[in-house]
Every structure is written in structure tokens, then in C-alpha cells.
């Protein structure tokens, strides 16, 4: 993609060379197949079926970083975390930390909008059990490489430690952080400091398997978030 032309440009031109990729032959036939099959809750719907290209626009504060899109959430709406129970627990805490301007996320005519964040995954196409293969990962890291030129953001955070690796391998390749003996370990709640006052902030992912035990909970999920708000500011502040 030619750097030469403006950022809003090449982001539209990033959303659609994502939502036409089909590099990666076992996703795009899963998402298809997801598609086809659907849902016994969803089954007058017409699913998405094909990647899922970022949500939200470039140049913001916060990036958002997950796995995957969900099979019958993101893969049947088109948009991420839209659908399904991630995204109700993932939006809740946006809106109520003034990234959205809502908590709900049903659809792409719900009037969700994000506000000074963008949203990508490291996958974007759902992938069986929720697993991409490392080849499949790394067929779809140029994207995630260009949307974080794009997004240009201060604060990302990573949503489970799938996405936190993958997070830090990218901004070692990219020159944003610099390669350490040892990598940051994930854990919840986690800052690392990155180059030119960025932060990279790490947060259990909102999937049922956390929430519905109780590994993650709203106020933890709040924090995280808050966390997020502080370091934009703090950000801000020193660069004015
Ligand atoms: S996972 Fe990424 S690289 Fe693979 S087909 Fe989907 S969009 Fe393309």
C-alpha cells in the first residue's frame, strides 16, 4: 500500500483489502461454512461469513487488541465484538469509561460509535475453536502492523495473552518496543512502558469462559479501562 497517501485514505483501502483476503484458505472456508450452517437463534439472519476488517477510524488514543472474531458474534455481524457476550461486557466498560457511545452492540445499525479508539484483532477471520495457526497469524500481521501505523494510538491493550504475544511481537518488529531478554509476561491489569510514551496494557479477555467464572469481573475490566483514560491524559498533558 502507498504510503503516500493520506491516512484516511489507506485506512479505507486497509478495511477492504481485509474484508477480501483470502490468504488463509482454512478461515475463509470455516467462516463460510459458519455462515451457511448458522445458529438455530440466528438462522433468518444472513451472516457475515468473511473477515472482519478494524472498528472505528485511525489516529485515536486507544487500540483495542483481540484474538479473533466470534463464529456466531463478529463472523455473523460484520463488525467487531457485535453479537455476542464479549462484546456486551467489552462495550459496557467502554461506554462507561467514554470510549463508546453506548453499551449496546447488536448490529451494524445499532448507532454504536466508539470515540477517540479503534478495535482490531490479530485474526480476522474466526477461526475453528477459536484457534488460528501461527502461519495463519502471521498472514495476518501486515494488517495489524498497518493498523497500528495508522492508529497511531497511545494506549493498546490486549485482550488475553494470545493477543498480548502477538502484540509485542509486532511492536518489536515495528520499532515501538525494543526486544528485552525476557518478553513482559500477560497478566491482567499488566503496563508496560513502550518507546515515544506509548503503553502497551494487558486484560484477561471478556469471553464467557472468563466472565462466567469470575476470573474477570466489571470493576476489573473497569479499571483496566481507567487505567487506559489516565496514561491518554497523562499523555496529552506532557505533549501540550
Ligand atoms: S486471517 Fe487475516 S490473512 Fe487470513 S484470510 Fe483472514 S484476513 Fe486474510
Partial sequence: MSKSRSTPSRWKQLQ???IHCSRCPRLIDHCKTVAR???RAYENENY???P???FGSPRVGLLIVGLAPGAHGANRTGRMFTGDRSGDWLYRAMQRTGFANQQQSTNLQDG???INCAITNICRCAPPQNKPSPAELKNCSPYFAETLELCDPTVLLAL???AWNATLRELIQIGWFD???RRPKFGHGEKVPLNNNRFLLGSYHPSQQNTFTGKLTNPML???FKNAVKLINQNRSETE
Fill in 179 to 181: 526486544r528485552t531478554p
Fill in 48 to 50: 457475515w461469513g468473511k
Fill in 52 to 54: 472482519v476488517p478494524n
Fill in 37 to 39: 450452517e448458522k445458529r
Fill in 16 to 18: 477492504s483489502d481485509v
Fill in 222 to 224: 473497569n479499571r483496566v
Fill in 160 to 162: 488475553g495473552g494470545l
Fill in 112 to 114: 454504536l460509535k466508539l
